[in-house]
């Protein structure tokens, strides 16, 4: 284990609440999944205060972090207008706020605006509040939102006139999606099975004619359900306004089903039977549909089908269909958009891990006759494409953000190939993105793949080996494509370098990247991430003795079983709702999402599956004592990873310390959120002080906590 800072800033408690609370009979601590058992409630509040008391001598410094964020950062934001059909809309957070207000002006009428959504006033009445969807009736006249207020992603119906008209609950338990019909009176909206899994969808008939505090509707009715507990179903609408999209998907296989928009009664057609392995999506321009698929095309490809054949319910749907944009071994295609004139596609690069946009124009007969690139910055950047409502628009808006450059939206106009900047998010402060440095280096992992590292730091420190957070997550095939913070400045001009480890497992280097981290090739995540931690030593840019370790979510296991495989690598870790307890909670179908996991991880019923997960899985393979530093956050409404994944984390680390004397300067801490859910606390000036707070501890970790008052900013680092 590396070394640690001399002293913990908090006097050591005089009671562990690992101590006070242990079972003999349950060692591993399974009795806190008791969420009813009062003793739970009293250990996770035991624990927060041992927590606090931990922090208290660092709270000037989390204060100081937590000022100099908000010191750095534009408070009020106005978001960028966006024209609709009939009126312009965009939102607006004054300084002090934690949530916006929505306005609207009539279209050419900018001084006839007026605010229809006041989410602020809204929020407050709650402890927690999350906004799960938000949705405009085609006609404009009516809002529809789902409302989280207990952080347990369970949401509630809401439905108002526009622009101040009453709000009316229209349903309970319900998922977070919400689709408008094209008629502007019918609602589609998901619904959860008994694990939380979106498994229906429904769809809700208004009677709208009244007025607005008098709304009828008879009950909703079942559209689709999907049985198979693998999979879980999700809504959406093409561009074009024709279609209303269900898709129903595991996380290799999926199967599309359309109704007419604008007959939204009309039962729910197949376009594709789901064949296991196959994922697809679709899109549409009248006249036909794009299938983007990887069938017979690891890497996808993308199709065009006559309207009429798919919906014609013929089971040689895939026979007839003809390559637009044929299967490449270079890159994956992950998108497609469609505009009346043709369409935008995104695809990623496997070699140098970036995303690239292609503008695609199509002849009357749906042949290319232009394919070029859309216009972006130079470097490793994330860029997307923002909304555009408008099927017919030829001006197409993107967003960009890289580790030193801030978000920035730009728009493209396509017939004078102009490129304009239409808003940058402002970084106020004596560290601009002018001082920073960011690289790319490439890591060789066990098996001789190459791993892509970035890394972000001062320019003018960039010469010599920094203390590091190197963060990690690697799952699910996402893609952890440069972005920026205001918050990771304050690190940074402490003089501490930020990493990224994009390992196998994540979608970086597209779809062999993330098959080659995934079921029986789990374990290349872990041995990426260390080679990553090396490489970056072996380049001189990190301190050795010196690196702390970050993963949240998934990225919680891959930090685990790292630190489990190699315990020295890290001075420290910080380990946000982490999913640790791998094994037990695939092996329990009764959780929230674990069936639908079994893709991703395997089915433990399976005994080689069973056999893979527990070689890995952190708690069952737990090095206690040999662990660095460690501070631990969940939250009680968390129903991704449950509160007790890094509840039990923390007390069988926290008993590793009572047994063994000479870790007694090592600290092992757990904060858990009562309020919150997955994504932490909800409003955006109590994140950022959590943020502060973890941030802090990282500076204590890096030894760089007692130099607050007297670091010299503007010069390389002179402490050991």
Not at 43 to 62: C, G, H, I, Q, V
Not at 451 to 457: E, G, K, L, Q, Y
Not at 472 to 491: Q, V
Not at 641 to 654: F, Q, S, T
Request: aromatic share 10%; proline share 7%; net charge negative.
């Amino acid at each position: 284990m590396k070394a640690q800072p001399p002293n913990a800033p908090g006097s050591s408690s005089a009671t562990c609440p690992a101590k006070d609370f242990l079972r003999p009979d349950d060692t591993n601590w399974d009795w806190l999944e008791q969420r009813d058992d009062d003793n739970v409630k009293a250990f996770l509040t035991a624990a927060n205060t041992e927590s606090d008391a931990w922090f208290t001598p660092l709270a000037p410094l989390a204060e100081q972090l937590y000022q100099g964020h908000l010191a750095r950062r534009e408070l009020s934001v106005k978001g960028l207008p966006t024209p609709l059909d009939h009126y312009t809309v965009w939102s607006e957070t004054a300084a002090d706020a934690d949530y916006p207000l929505w306005w609207r002006h009539p279209n050419g009428n900018s001084t006839a605006k007026e605010c229809f959504f006041d989410l602020e006033t809204r929020a407050h009445q709650h402890t927690f509040f999350e906004l799960g969807d938000m949705t405009l009736s085609p006609d404009e006249e009516w809002l529809a939102w789902s409302e989280d207020t207990q952080g347990d992603e369970t949401y509630q119906l809401y439905l108002k006139r526009l622009p101040d008209g009453e709000l009316q609950l229209l349903l309970e338990q319900i998922g977070p999606e919400l689709c408008w019909a094209e008629d502007s009176c019918t609602l589609l909206f998901t619904r959860y099975d008994a694990t939380q899994r979106p498994d229906s969808v429904w769809r809700l008939t208004l009677e709208l004619s009244g007025p607005a505090g008098n709304i009828h509707f008879p009950a909703p009715q079942l559209i689709l359900r999907e049985d198979d507990p693998q999979f879980w179903v999700g809504l959406g609408k093409t561009r074009s306004r024709t279609w209303l999209i269900i898709e129903s998907a595991s996380k290799d296989t999926s199967e599309t089903h359309l109704v007419p928009a604008a007959q939204p009664a009309t039962p729910a057609l197949c376009i594709l039977p789901r064949q296991s392995g196959v994922e697809y999506a679709l899109d549409h321009r009248p006249g036909v549909f794009y299938l983007l698929h990887n069938r017979n095309a690891v890497h996808f490809q993308l199709d065009v089908i006559d309207e009429g054949l798919a919906i014609s319910s013929s089971p040689d749907i895939a026979a007839m269909t003809r390559v637009l944009l044929p299967h490449r071994q270079d890159v994956t295609l992950e998108g497609v958009d469609a505009y009346s004139w043709g369409l935008v596609v995104t695809e990623r690069d496997h070699e140098q891990a970036q995303l690239h946009l292609h503008r695609i124009e199509l002849d009357a007969e749906g042949n290319i006759c232009l394919d070029e690139p859309l216009p972006c910055s130079a470097g490793l950047l994330s860029i997307g494409m923002e909304d555009s409502p408008h099927f017919d628009t030829r001006t197409l808006r993107l967003r960009e953000e890289s580790f030193t450059t801030p978000p920035s939206w730009w728009e493209v106009d396509l017939d004078s190939a102009t490129r304009t900047l239409l808003k940058r998010q402002t970084v106020h402060g004596d560290l601009t993105p002018q001082d920073l440095a960011c690289d790319r280096i490439w890591a060789t992992s066990h098996d001789g793949e190459r791993v892509p590292v970035s890394i972000v730091r001062r320019a003018d420190l960039a010469n010599q080996a920094m203390p590091t957070l190197l963060y990690g997550y690697g799952a699910y095939g996402e893609a952890l494509d440069p972005w920026f913070s205001i918050s990771r400045l304050e690190l940074l001009q402490r003089g501490i370098a930020f990493a990224v480890a994009h390992v196998r497992g994540g979608g970086e280097r597209g779809e062999p990247w993330y098959l080659a981290g995934k079921l029986e090739h789990k374990t290349n995540s872990f041995e990426d991430f260390l080679a990553a931690r090396d490489a970056l030593v072996e380049h001189g840019l990190a301190d050795a003795e010196r690196i702390v370790t970050y993963g949240a979510s998934a990225g919680g296991l891959l930090v685990g079983a790292s630190l489990n495989a190699a315990p020295g690598a890290f001075c420290a870790a910080v380990l946000d709702v982490p999913f640790v307890d791998v094994l037990r909670t695939m092996n329990n179908p009764d959780l929230p999402l674990t069936t639908a996991e079994y893709t991703e991880w395997g089915d433990p019923q399976e005994p080689a599956a069973a056999r893979r997960i527990r070689s890995y899985s952190p708690l069952d393979n737990l090095a206690a004592t040999d662990w660095p530093a460690v501070f631990l956050q969940g939250s009680w409404h968390d129903t991704r990873v449950p509160y007790w994944e890094p509840a039990k984390l923390y007390a069988r680390l926290a008993m590793a310390n009572i047994d063994n004397p000479e870790l007694s300067n090592r600290p092992v801490l757990l904060r858990t959120d009562m309020e919150a859910g997955h994504s932490g606390a909800s409003g955006r000036f109590k994140a950022w002080r959590d943020g502060a707070r973890q941030d802090a501890f990282i500076l204590w970790a890096l030894g760089l906590a007692d130099d607050e008052k007297h670091i010299d900013f503007s010069s390389p680092l002179t402490h050991a």
